[in-house]
C-alpha cells in the first residue's frame, strides 16, 4: 500500500501531479489573455494556486524545466496585462516581476487583419501553432476556401 500511495495522484509530493496540476493552472489563464474583452483583475485565484504550486514544486526539485517556465511566462504575461489597468498586483513575489522568463511561450499575438494579410497566409497558420479566437465578418474568397480545405 506504501508503494501505491507513494506513486499515485493521491500523494501530493508526486512531481509528475504538481506538474500536471500547475498546466491545468496555466491553461485558463492563457486562454483568457489572448481574448479581446477580458474584465482586469481576472484570474487572481489560479494566480495564486499557482505561485503555491510554483513554489511547491521548485522546493521538491521538480525535474520538469518546462511546466516552471511556462508558470514564469504566464505569471509575467498576467502582469503585463494588469498593470495596463492599475490593478493590485501586491499579492505576486517580486521574483515574478523581475523574471527574464519567455513571455512568447504563453503570450497571445494582437495583428489586426490588414498586418494579418501582409504577414500570414493561411498555409503558414495552418501549420503553426497559432489560433484564431476573433474572426471579422464578411464574405471569404471561394479559391483561398478551396485551397484550405
Same mark, same amino acid.
Given at each position: 500500500?506504501?508503494?501505491?500511495?507513494?506513486?499515485?495522484?493521491?500523494?501530493?509530493?508526486?512531481?509528475?501531479?504538481?506538474?500536471?496540476?500547475?498546466?491545468?493552472?496555466?491553461?485558463? %489563464?492563457?486562454?483568457?489573455? +489572448?481574448?479581446? !474583452?477580458?474584465?482586469?483583475?481576472?484570474?487572481? @485565484?489560479?494566480?495564486?494556486?499557482? =505561485? &503555491? %504550486?510554483?513554489?511547491?514544486? +521548485?522546493?521538491? !526539485?521538480?525535474?520538469?524545466?518546462?511546466?516552471? @517556465?511556462?508558470?514564469?511566462?504566464? =505569471? &509575467?504575461?498576467?502582469?503585463?496585462?494588469?498593470?495596463?489597468?492599475?490593478?493590485?498586483?501586491?499579492?505576486?513575489?517580486?521574483?515574478?516581476?523581475?523574471?527574464?522568463?519567455?513571455?512568447?511561450?504563453?503570450?497571445?499575438?494582437?495583428?489586426?487583419?490588414?498586418?494579418?494579410?501582409?504577414?500570414?497566409?493561411?498555409?503558414?497558420?495552418?501549420?503553426?501553432?497559432?489560433?484564431?479566437?476573433?474572426?471579422?465578418?464578411?464574405?471569404?474568397?471561394?479559391?483561398?476556401?478551396?485551397?484550405?480545405?
Amino acid at each position: 500500500m506504501n508503494r501505491y500511495l507513494t506513486y499515485s495522484g493521491m500523494n501530493e509530493n508526486n512531481k509528475e501531479l504538481l506538474a500536471a496540476k500547475m498546466r491545468l493552472l496555466i491553461h485558463p %489563464l492563457k486562454k483568457a489573455l +489572448s481574448l479581446k !474583452n477580458v474584465r482586469p483583475g481576472f484570474g487572481k @485565484e489560479k494566480v495564486i494556486k499557482l =505561485i &503555491s %504550486l510554483y513554489d511547491e514544486y +521548485s522546493k521538491i !526539485n521538480g525535474n520538469d524545466k518546462q511546466a516552471l @517556465e511556462l508558470t514564469e511566462s504566464i =505569471i &509575467s504575461n498576467y502582469i503585463d496585462f494588469q498593470k495596463q489597468y492599475d490593478v493590485d498586483l501586491s499579492f505576486i513575489p517580486e521574483k515574478f516581476f523581475t523574471s527574464h522568463s519567455d513571455k512568447s511561450i504563453t503570450g497571445a499575438i494582437n495583428i489586426d487583419k490588414c498586418d494579418f494579410d501582409k504577414l500570414y497566409n493561411f498555409e503558414s497558420i495552418a501549420n503553426s501553432r497559432h489560433s484564431i479566437r476573433s474572426f471579422a465578418g464578411g464574405k471569404m474568397d471561394r479559391d483561398k476556401f478551396i485551397k484550405g480545405v
